[in-house]
């Protein structure tokens, strides 16, 4: 299957600092990724949907001023977590699709903000 | 309503029986369906992606379509250990709007 690379896979950082995510798809373009949150024993959880070139849309109760997503190229998206607290620490996953056929994902982040 | 629905679990089941996993939807327009897996702490991969209606199989998996009930289905067959995750099903339109299960935690008993 395709390959989508997330960087970093943990991550550490204080409260209030900003932390920036990547997600490369290395093998196609990918017109659609998607970025999840997803704390201990839970399910997946829709953060955001971006469209390369395009203004994120973001799920309820998604704080789009802390959840900064940019989606510069086909193959390149960014989350990063502003002013981050210790009730952002999670692991956050990425995924890539093109034209909403099969999705990919991402290693996945582990963020803890201490 | 949610448009995809999908049983959280967990589901128990001893080693080598066959195990059968569903979703069901709202939406008449999706076209592509898939089947994920994750295992804890790992990011989800892709088992299974069919198009329309129909059966696919790949090794001990098979997936079916049913498009007239809106209903997908994945089966495990000869259940291992090591098929003990959480299965999410997944599915697009032409929009190419993808919408996630909520994914269904399954246990093997050896």
């Known amino acids: 299957g395709a390959v989508v690379s997330q960087h970093p896979s943990r991550v550490i950082c204080k409260s209030g600092t900003s932390v920036k995510i990547e997600c490369r798809s290395l093998?196609?373009?990918?017109?659609?990724m998607f970025w999840y949150r997803q704390f201990p024993k839970q399910s997946l959880m829709l953060m955001a949907t971006s469209n390369e070139g395009s203004k994120a849309t973001y799920e309820q109760g998604v704080e789009k001023d802390k959840f900064l997503i940019n989606h510069a190229s086909l193959t390149l998206s960014t989350l990063t977590v502003t002013s981050a607290h210790p009730e952002d620490s999670s692991f956050y996953i990425c995924?890539?699709?093109?034209?909403?056929?099969?999705?990919?994902f991402g290693q996945g982040t582990r963020l803890t903000v201490v | 309503q949610k448009e995809v629905e999908q049983d959280p679990g967990p589901l128990s089941v001893p080693e080598g029986a066959i195990v059968s996993l569903n979703c069901t939807y709202s939406n008449s327009a999706f076209q592509y369906f898939m089947w994920y897996r994750q295992y804890s702490r790992k990011g989800p991969e892709l088992l299974m992606y069919t198009y329309s209606s129909g059966n696919k199989e790949d090794g001990r998996f098979t997936a079916q379509v049913d498009k007239s009930s809106k209903y997908i289905s994945l089966f495990i067959r000869d259940s291992q250990p090591s098929d003990s995750a959480t299965y999410l099903c997944a599915m697009s339109d032409s929009n190419y709007q993808l919408i996630w299960g909520a994914g269904t935690k399954l246990i093997i008993k050896p």
């Open positions: 995924s890539a699709t093109w034209m909403g056929r099969e999705a990919f």
């Open positions: 093998d196609f373009q990918a017109t659609t």
